[in-house]
């Protein structure tokens, strides 16, 4: 299992970015799939999941309304739209996914939100 994240950065309060995470070694559509985020100082939290064939998710609180997770089964890629950036959301942010039990992570990207 490998997944690889892009497009973190550097946003004003009030942006948006939109995180893109592209899997391999795995039946991509064939399994949940998740953004989790960790501050400095903070503990990993789940931010965002997607499940297999796309049609239900779940969001933390903290998030609803301004991330938006979806997936495209055909390019083996789940995205992450974030909109209304607050200086909080500043984070690793990190793709994963359960595949026979084992929890895979990506490398992680940096979201910085400041003015």
């Known amino acids: 299992v490998q997944l690889v994240e892009f497009g973190g950065g550097l946003v004003q309060p009030g942006g948006s970015l939109r995180l893109s995470c592209v899997a391999s070694g795995f039946t991509f559509s064939s399994y949940h799939m998740y953004w989790y985020r960790q501050a400095p100082g903070k503990e990993r939290e789940l931010v965002a999941a997607?499940?297999?064939?796309?049609?239900?998710?779940n969001y933390a609180d903290s998030v609803k309304g301004r991330f938006t997770i979806s997936r495209d089964n055909a390019k083996n890629t789940v995205y992450l739209q974030m909109n209304s950036l607050k200086p909080e959301d500043t984070a690793v942010y990190y793709c994963?996914?359960?595949?026979?039990?084992?929890?895979?992570w990506g490398q992680g990207t940096q979201v910085t939100v400041s003015s």
């Open positions: 997607i499940f297999s064939g796309g049609g239900s998710t």
């Open positions: 994963s996914t359960l595949v026979r039990l084992a929890r895979s």
